[in-house]
């Protein structure tokens, strides 16, 4: 099946600062999402993202679907932005969304 | 905005006993599936589910789990016999377009097998 890796696995920020998430997949793609764990599990859809750039607010996404990558970006972090950062792909032809192995996100005030 | 609703919110029950996690997708979609998270771990795909059958399965939706859509609204998973490795955050998920669009996650129900 497809591999997704997520780096880094965890990560540490001082509140406002800016971080770079990354997301690689082995294999071609028609879905890309990325999803915040909260600290109670609840999965919360931030981008359906299979490529091009999106921003919502503080967030932004850009996945570059011929070089099988993607980024997550966090500017002028806060503590509720603490959690981990899920990247799911769909394969093309494929069925189900499989999951990278997240990175966890603690912001300090 | 429509959400995925999942009943319970925390299940505890002895090994060996049947569970049943609930799931109301979101109105207008017609694909459904069901994700489990072992605590601390990645979230993994169990089922999906479309048009009365099941579409595709993981190797760990084995016999002793089932799926129905007993009604027009409700979608549920049924795990026959309990085992502590079930031990898990159990996601309900929908869509209208199948994997290829968005997939919306319910809060999950956690099962606790002691």
């Known amino acids: 099946g497809i591999q997704v890796e997520q780096s880094p696995p965890d990560l540490i920020l001082q509140e406002g600062a800016n971080s770079t998430l990354r997301c690689n997949f082995s294999?071609?793609?028609?879905?890309l999402q990325w999803f915040h764990q909260n600290p109670w599990g609840q999965l919360i859809n931030l981008f359906y993202?299979?490529?091009g750039t999106k921003q919502n607010g503080r967030l932004s996404a850009t996945t570059v679907a011929t070089e099988r990558y993607s980024l997550l970006y966090i500017s002028s972090s806060q503590t509720t932005d603490s959690g981990v950062y899920f990247c799911?792909?769909?394969?093309?032809?494929?069925?189900?969304?499989?999951f990278g192995g997240g990175t966890r996100l603690m912001v300090k005030p | 905005e429509p959400e995925v609703t999942q009943t319970p919110s925390h299940q505890v029950t002895q090994m060996g006993q049947e569970v049943i996690l609930r799931c109301v997708p979101i109105?207008?979609?017609?694909?459904f599936y069901w994700y489990r998270q072992i605590l601390g771990q990645k979230v993994e795909f169990l089922v999906s589910?479309?048009?009365?059958?099941?579409?595709?399965k993981s190797e760990i939706f084995d016999d002793q789990f089932s799926v129905e859509r007993p009604d027009g609204s409700n979608f549920t998973l049924k795990i026959r016999s309990t085992k502590l490795e079930d031990s898990a955050m159990y996601f309900c998920?929908?869509?209208?377009?199948?994997?290829?669009?968005?997939?919306?996650f319910g809060e999950g129900s956690r099962l606790t097998v002691l």
């Open positions: 998920a929908s869509s209208i377009q199948g994997a290829t669009g968005e997939l919306f």
């Open positions: 294999d071609s793609v028609n879905n």
């Open positions: 993202i299979p490529s």
């Open positions: 799911a792909v769909v394969r093309n032809a494929g069925n189900m969304l499989t």
């Open positions: 109105s207008n979609h017609l694909y």
């Open positions: 589910f479309y048009n009365n059958e099941i579409s595709e």
